[in-house]
Nanobody, 125 residues
Framework: QVQLVESGGGLVQAGGALRLSCAASGDTSRTFVMGWFRQAPGKEREFVGAIVVHSGGTNYADSLKGRFAISIDNGQNTAFLQMNGLQPGDTAIYYC??????????????????WGQGTQVTVSS
């Protein structure tokens, strides 16, 4: 069992930046991919990006490439989501998740077996 706790969300003005953290605890030894998703009010959950834990290889939703970046500190079992140039359309609850299989890197939500509780990001215009 893996527990994930996100932090770093908040209110930011358009054009600003935030860095989200996802701290993992428990049985993290089999983690292969860490992913980030978001869900805006009234919308379905969407894939933000993912990182392969041991190689650092990243994959992002096409619409977010260039503005968002995922990194990982394996020593601290923590993944990060750096978000730059935030816009009101980025307002959502952001979730991190972990997977033991490679398919998760492509954004397949069903490939993830542990999810955090989410952190709210609100971008004002």
């Amino acid at each position: 069992q893996v527990q994930l706790v996100e932090s770093g969300g908040g209110l930011v003005q358009a054009g600003g930046a935030l860095r989200l953290s996802c701290a993992a605890s428990g049985d993290t030894s089999r983690t292969f991919v860490m992913g980030w998703f978001r869900q805006a009010p009234g919308k379905e959950r969407e894939f933000v990006g993912a990182i392969v834990v041991h190689s650092g290889g990243t994959n992002y939703a096409d619409s977010l490439k260039g503005r968002f970046a995922i990194s990982i500190d394996n020593g601290q079992n923590t993944a990060f989501l750096q978000m730059n140039g935030l816009q009101p359309g980025d307002t959502a609850i952001y979730y991190c998740a972990r997977s033991k299989i490679a398919a998760a890197w492509y954004g397949t939500s069903s490939a993830y077996d542990s999810w955090g509780q989410g952190t709210q990001v609100t971008v004002s215009s």
